[in-house]
């Protein structure tokens, strides 16, 4: 069995090295949040996009008084 392990390690390091690609895409989303603003993971649609999730996410956050105190606001 480990040399079943090896050809095939062998065998991903190859394909790695030898994969390349060359990306010309944009991203058409950008989403900002403030620093106190806990339990967000960057999900796509939490509270734009995927209407079907928002109320899912949104339910999740939580606002940090204390950093955000101590941040001046």
Do not use: C
């Given at each position: 069995m480990?040399?079943?392990?090896?050809?095939?390690a062998?065998?991903?390091?190859f394909i790695?090295?030898?994969?390349w690609?060359i990306?010309?895409?944009?991203?058409?989303?950008?989403?900002?949040?403030?620093?106190?603003?806990?339990?967000?993971?960057?999900?796509?649609?939490?509270?734009?996009g995927?209407?079907?999730f928002?109320?899912?996410?949104?339910?999740?956050?939580?606002?940090?008084s204390?950093?955000k105190?101590?941040?001046?606001?």
């Open positions: 480990n040399a079943l392990k090896k050809v095939v062998d065998a991903n390091l790695a090295q030898q994969h690609a990306s010309l895409l944009q991203p058409l989303v950008v989403n900002l949040f403030e620093p106190w603003l806990k339990g967000s993971n960057g999900q796509f649609g939490q509270t734009t995927a209407f079907e928002q109320g899912f996410y949104i339910a999740r956050f939580w606002i940090d204390g950093l105190k101590g941040m001046g606001y």
